[in-house]
């Protein structure tokens, strides 16, 4: 198995001189760096002069290798590389050359899939006499926002050598995709509000490797007891790109005009808000408007339009058990027509004639005094007032404005609620129109009620209105 460079022959003939019985040559090993293993030399009589070829006519010599079974070194080479197509390079290189092919298996494993690059092989198989060998890794283009992404490769196992310790390169694909934005759209707006649903999609520019969290806000005309949402937040699983919530309306028996719930992006994990970033879905009231009851034509006089008359007070409620505290109940008046101070008994003063195109409100009921009533009431009847149009045509309201004079605990109003007294009966009964809702109640002076959609109020007609609150 030796080949001529593994050894030196002294001659390639045996000259045995007359008279002698015997001859040598001699055979010197010839050192060298290549892995062999031990080799032998076979040497046999090939042809014979003045003699016969007796037996045994062969030997074979063994020479000995002192050169190791080489080791298994890798290296990296071009990276990071980038995901549209780059390359980077894994070598294995041998400590010293062998007479065999050394096959080296290789191992992948890291943060990068294999739909994210491609190995040209998963072993690396250098030739008998050379030094090294290579594989080479390319980056694959998607549209999935991954971040920079790792690919680390092991030699798995070594045939005809053996592994230098651990080896181990770690690749890195660079990503090309921006972090996705989050978009909203709507579906099925308007919805009824007896049971109608809408959906709410997030939807992102491109995928992720990561899972995106939205978190939405409400806002709105529409209350929480108008409609309920499924979430209030969406979850786009990674390598999707889209996810959604629902809205379904709540019904109930109080009209209240179409009504609007505003949605909108709050934050977003693993993503970035974009546009648009809400929606507006439309319940539809599916409630009959009251009818308002006929009311006197006025009587221009040097006296009020109407004669107040006390409307029924709440009852007060004594000093509650020790387990409850008392609350006490805000009083106003509103703010049309300056109201001097209240006092024990309210006396009609003259009013002035008012122009062509002014309002008059008329109080029916002097302002409350003072109550207590126990914590959690609901539905307590604040004021009550009436507002004349004298003009000739149709006069237009959008805005009701209450002054508070005093406000013992504000804090402990839940909702104030300007509502349309269709029977000017002074209580607020099931079906009669809620113009407006505040939830936040000033300690004094202004409260504002926008009135969406406005109310108009016929020539010389005169509509009713009452102030109802919650207590926590």
Known sequence: ???????????????????????????????????????????SISTVSNGVAGSPNSVTATI?????APTVDLTLTGSPFAEAGGMATVTASLSNTSTQDVTVGL?????????????????????AGSSSGSVTLTGVADTVFEGAETIVVDIDAVSNGSENGTQQQTATITDDDSQPTVSLSLAGSPLAEAGGVA????????????????DMSFAGTAGAGDYSASSTQIVIPAGSTTGTLTLTGTDDSIFEGDEKADIS???????VAGTPGSVQAIITDDDPAPTPRPTPRPTPAPTPLVTPTPAPAPTPTPAPAPTATP?????????????????????????PAPSSHEGRVITPVAPPEDKTVPPGSKGIALLTFGLYNPTGESAVV???????????????????RLILDADGNGRADAGETILARLSEVPAEDMMQFDVEPSLTIAADDTTYFMVVVDFR
């Open 1 to 43: 198995t030796a080949g001529a460079g593994d050894y030196s022959a002294s001659s390639t003939q045996i000259v045995i001189p007359a008279g002698s019985t015997t001859g040598t040559l001699t055979l010197t090993g010839t050192d060298d760096s290549i892995f062999e293993g031990d080799e032998t030399v076979d040497v």
């Open 64 to 68: 000995s290798d002192d050169d190791n």
């Open 107 to 127: 191992a992948y494993s890291g943060t990068a899939s294999a739909g994210d690059y491609s190995a040209s092989d998963s072993q690396i198989v250098i030739a």
């Open 199 to 214: 959906t709410v999609t997030a939807t992102l520019s491109n995928a992720s490797s990561q899972a995106v969290t939205v």
């Open 265 to 271: 992006i709050g934050t977003v994990s693993n993503g």
């Open 327 to 351: 609350v006490p109940v805000a009083t106003s008046t509103p703010t049309p027509v300056p109201t001097p101070s209240p006092s024990p008994v309210v006396t009609p003063s003259p009013t």
């Open 398 to 416: 959008n805005m009701v404005t209450v002054r508070l004079i005093d406000n013992d605990d504000h804090a402990a109003i839940d909702e104030v």
